[in-house]
Protein backbone atom coordinates (compact mmCIF):
# COMPACT_ATOMS: atom_id res chain seq x y z
CA UNK A 1 0.00 0.00 0.00
CA UNK A 2 1.58 3.40 -0.98
CA UNK A 3 1.35 6.56 1.58
CA UNK A 4 1.02 10.39 1.11
CA UNK A 5 1.68 12.82 3.66
CA UNK A 6 -1.62 14.69 5.25
CA UNK A 7 -1.78 17.94 4.29
CA UNK A 8 -2.95 18.82 7.33
CA UNK A 9 -0.39 17.31 9.77
CA UNK A 10 2.16 15.37 7.52
CA UNK A 11 1.44 12.21 8.88
CA UNK A 12 1.23 9.02 6.09
CA UNK A 13 -2.01 8.49 4.89
CA UNK A 14 -3.27 5.82 2.23
CA UNK A 15 -2.91 7.42 -1.32
CA UNK A 16 -6.01 8.91 -2.32
CA UNK A 17 -6.64 10.73 0.58
CA UNK A 18 -5.68 14.29 1.51
CA UNK A 19 -6.47 14.05 5.53
CA UNK A 20 -5.86 11.94 8.61
CA UNK A 21 -9.67 10.11 9.07
CA UNK A 22 -8.84 10.45 13.22
CA UNK A 23 -11.29 11.51 15.27
CA UNK A 24 -10.31 14.97 16.95
CA UNK A 25 -7.37 15.61 14.78
CA UNK A 26 -9.45 18.06 12.50
CA UNK A 27 -6.65 18.08 10.03
CA UNK A 28 -8.80 18.87 7.13
CA UNK A 29 -10.67 21.77 8.88
CA UNK A 30 -6.88 23.36 9.70
CA UNK A 31 -5.88 22.98 6.38
CA UNK A 32 -8.82 24.69 4.76
CA UNK A 33 -8.50 27.55 7.71
CA UNK A 34 -4.83 28.30 6.63
CA UNK A 35 -5.68 28.39 3.22
CA UNK A 36 -8.39 30.47 3.38
CA UNK A 37 -6.26 33.06 5.73
CA UNK A 38 -3.78 32.80 3.00
CA UNK A 39 -6.52 33.63 0.30
CA UNK A 40 -7.85 36.40 2.44
CA UNK A 41 -4.58 37.93 2.44
CA UNK A 42 -4.51 38.62 -0.91
CA UNK A 43 -7.35 40.89 -1.07
CA UNK A 44 -7.09 44.42 -1.81
CA UNK A 45 -7.32 46.80 1.70
CA UNK A 46 -10.83 47.86 -0.54
CA UNK A 47 -12.58 44.52 -0.77
CA UNK A 48 -12.04 43.66 3.11
CA UNK A 49 -13.46 47.34 4.18
CA UNK A 50 -16.01 46.20 1.92
CA UNK A 51 -17.00 43.21 3.61
CA UNK A 52 -16.16 44.53 7.33
CA UNK A 53 -18.58 48.00 6.60
CA UNK A 54 -21.36 45.58 5.16
CA UNK A 55 -21.84 43.34 7.91
CA UNK A 56 -21.53 46.11 10.67
CA UNK A 57 -24.20 47.78 8.66
CA UNK A 58 -25.99 44.84 8.48
CA UNK A 59 -25.45 44.09 11.84
CA UNK A 60 -26.29 47.09 13.17
CA UNK A 61 -29.78 47.21 11.26
CA UNK A 62 -28.96 50.02 8.74
CA UNK A 63 -28.37 47.54 5.69
CA UNK A 64 -31.37 45.05 5.45
CA UNK A 65 -30.71 41.76 3.23
CA UNK A 66 -33.25 41.65 0.06
CA UNK A 67 -34.09 38.62 -1.66
CA UNK A 68 -31.60 37.63 -4.75
CA UNK A 69 -32.57 39.71 -7.58
CA UNK A 70 -32.29 37.09 -10.36
CA UNK A 71 -34.25 33.93 -8.43
CA UNK A 72 -35.94 35.41 -5.34
CA UNK A 73 -34.06 33.44 -2.86
CA UNK A 74 -34.36 34.47 1.02
CA UNK A 75 -30.72 33.24 1.73
CA UNK A 76 -28.48 35.85 0.18
CA UNK A 77 -24.69 37.30 0.07
CA UNK A 78 -23.76 40.91 -0.74
CA UNK A 79 -22.10 41.06 -3.60
CA UNK A 80 -19.76 44.22 -4.79
CA UNK A 81 -19.06 45.19 -7.61
CA UNK A 82 -16.76 47.78 -7.10
CA UNK A 83 -15.46 47.23 -3.95
CA UNK A 84 -14.87 51.44 -3.77
CA UNK A 85 -17.88 51.70 -3.58
CA UNK A 86 -18.56 49.55 0.11
CA UNK A 87 -22.42 50.10 0.69
CA UNK A 88 -23.01 49.45 -3.34
CA UNK A 89 -23.94 45.93 -3.17
CA UNK A 90 -26.19 43.61 -5.26
CA UNK A 91 -28.04 40.60 -3.15
CA UNK A 92 -27.36 37.53 -5.00
CA UNK A 93 -28.01 34.02 -4.13
CA UNK A 94 -24.84 31.57 -3.61
CA UNK A 95 -25.40 29.92 -7.09
CA UNK A 96 -26.17 33.08 -9.08
CA UNK A 97 -22.98 35.01 -7.09
CA UNK A 98 -20.90 32.09 -8.45
CA UNK A 99 -22.73 32.00 -11.63
CA UNK A 100 -21.65 36.21 -11.67
CA UNK A 101 -18.14 35.33 -11.09
CA UNK A 102 -17.70 32.75 -13.57
CA UNK A 103 -19.51 35.25 -16.12
CA UNK A 104 -17.33 38.84 -15.04
CA UNK A 105 -14.96 37.72 -13.34
CA UNK A 106 -13.80 39.18 -9.70
CA UNK A 107 -15.13 42.54 -8.35
CA UNK A 108 -13.28 45.95 -9.20
CA UNK A 109 -10.48 46.21 -6.80
CA UNK A 110 -10.58 42.81 -5.91
CA UNK A 111 -7.29 42.36 -4.83
CA UNK A 112 -4.08 43.95 -3.96
CA UNK A 113 -2.56 45.84 -6.78
CA UNK A 114 0.97 43.69 -6.46
CA UNK A 115 -1.15 40.44 -7.39
CA UNK A 116 -2.34 41.86 -10.40
CA UNK A 117 1.34 42.25 -11.95
Known sequence: MLFNPCKGCGDPIPEGLKYCDVPNKR?????????????????????????????????????????????GRSQVVAHHDDYAKPLEVRWLCISHHRLHHVKFGPGKNAFAAEEIA
Open 27 to 71: CYSAYENAQGRKRHAKFSPERKRASNLVWTEIFSGRLIRQPCEVC
